[in-house]
């Protein structure tokens, strides 16, 4: 009985020892989401800044062309501004596919944690359901326990008892 209720213990302090790891992953894993959000929101600020400059440079540009003048002039603009265009728009491609793979990186982080936590849940359902059967075995342990000890007590004061009449007999 002994060994049973110090294997239950032992089962449970594993079973609460699971139950922190977990918790403490999964706070890790918060805090990594976390953290990609913010990167994620300083490189569209930082896009957006980029965006700008380029919009300003491009007015710019355009300001310096109308004064030269001329048809060579403006066409030579429009094919550095549709360079300038596309290289933005091939950063921008490159931005987005990045983007979409670290959105995927962190949906299977939230995927996992889900999967760890429910995990833990299982196991935290499992250790109390086994800690309710723990508890109703002890009882029923020191039930019995309590009824043998009032046998034992019954019995010796019937030994007692023999004991005297035969003290009185052999008299």
């Known amino acids: 009985m002994e060994e049973k209720t ?5 089962t449970v302090r594993s079973a ?3 139950c922190e790891r977990i918790r403490g ?3 890790k894993l918060v805090q990594k989401w ?3 959000v913010i990167n994620v929101s300083k490189r569209d600020d930082a896009v957006a800044a980029f965006e700008g400059a380029l919009k300003e440079q491009e007015i710019e540009l355009r300001g310096k062309k109308a004064e030269i003048g001329g048809a060579r002039a403006e066409v030579i603009h429009c094919q550095e501004q549709h360079d300038q265009l596309t290289g933005v728009e091939r950063r921008v491609e490159r931005l987005c596919a990045a983007r979409q793979s670290q959105i995927r990186s962190a949906e299977e982080a939230i ?3 889900k999967r760890a936590l429910s995990r833990a849940v299982k196991a935290k359902a499992s250790t109390a359901k086994t800690l309710g059967v723990s508890k109703e075995e002890l009882r029923m342990c020191e039930i019995e326990l309590s009824n043998a000890e009032r046998r034992v007590a019954k019995m010796d004061a019937e030994r ?3 004991e005297d009449e035969l ?3 052999g008299r």
Not at 6 to 10: G, N
């Open 25 to 27: 992953e999964k706070q």
């Open 16 to 18: 609460e020892a699971e």
């Open 167 to 169: 003290f009185v007999m």
């Open 111 to 113: 995927a996992e944690v």
């Open 160 to 162: 007692k008892a023999l």
């Open 6 to 10: 110090t294997e239950l213990m032992h």
């Open 34 to 36: 976390q953290s990609s």
